[in-house]
Every structure is written in C-alpha cells, then in structure tokens.
C-alpha cells in the first residue's frame, strides 16, 4: 500500500513540474491575453479569414501584424498591417481589442488554410501570438 501511494506521489509531483513551464508560457505575453482566428469558404473560390486580437490593457497598437494565406499547402498571398491596403483591417490603435478579417479569391476546390501573428504594442514594447486556422477546401 506504502508503495502504491509513493508511486501515486512521484507521478503527481513529476506532473505538476512538468505543467508549470507550459502554463507559464501560456501567460508569457504581457500585451496579448486571448486570440483566434478561422477561415470559411465564402464561395465563387472566395475564401475568408478573421480573428480577434485582446490585450492586456489599453495597447498603442493590437491586432494582426500579418496574415499568410496557403494554397495546397504553399505560400500564395501576405496581407501585412504595415501595408495601408490592408492595415484597416488588420490592426487597431489605442484599444484593448481587435476584430479583423480579409478575403482571398481563391479557386473552388482547393485546399487552404491561414496562418496569423497576433501582435500587440505599448509604449515601444510588442509582443506576437501565433495561430494556425484548419484546412478548408474552397466552394
């Protein structure tokens, strides 16, 4: 009995080790608190990627700093908040949140899927997040 429990412990503490350094990382971003992202297939080949990017407080700069379209698993357009085409959708000032999304014309029937770099600033400092939506096949 003596032994079941010792072994229940050493399991226990090996664990609890192990979860602190992932949480930790979790937290580690002192701009950004939450994110995600989706893509959709809008249709007529279109296919449609948003997010939402949360800080930690009221941030200079939050949002996307860019947004990678793949095709069949290859790199086929870079939507860049530095960019003034794009940087209204992309990324907002002086708030603590950020709702977003742009449109690629696309092919009906092919794969794609997005990667995005959540990105907040304040005060000279920034910080990224990184998420990576699931494949759809555009209608």
């Known amino acids: 009995m003596r032994k079941a429990i010792s072994g229940f412990l ?3 503490i090996i664990l609890s080790v192990c979860l ?5 990382a979790v937290q580690s971003n002192k701009y950004i608190s939450r994110y995600g992202s989706q893509i959709v297939a809008s249709g007529n080949g279109v296919v449609h990627v948003d ?3 949360v800080g930690t407080g009221i941030l200079d700069k939050v949002g996307a700093k860019y947004i990678r379209i793949y095709e069949n698993g290859y790199l086929v357009k870079t939507y860049s908040y530095i ?8 990324i907002g000032t002086n708030t603590w949140y950020f709702f977003g999304g742009v449109d690629y ?6 794969s794609y899927y997005a990667e995005i770099i959540h ?21």
Not at 20 to 24: D, G, K, N, S, T
Not at 123 to 137: F, H, K, L, N, R
């Open 10 to 12: 050493c399991v226990l």
């Open 20 to 24: 602190v350094p992932a949480q930790a």
């Open 51 to 53: 997010f939402h990017t």
């Open 83 to 90: 960019n003034p085409l794009y940087s209204s959708s992309l």
């Open 105 to 110: 014309q696309g092919t009906a029937g092919k």
């Open 119 to 139: 990105y907040g600033e304040k005060s000279g400092g920034s910080g990224v997040e990184g998420t990576q939506t699931a494949s759809i096949i555009a209608t």
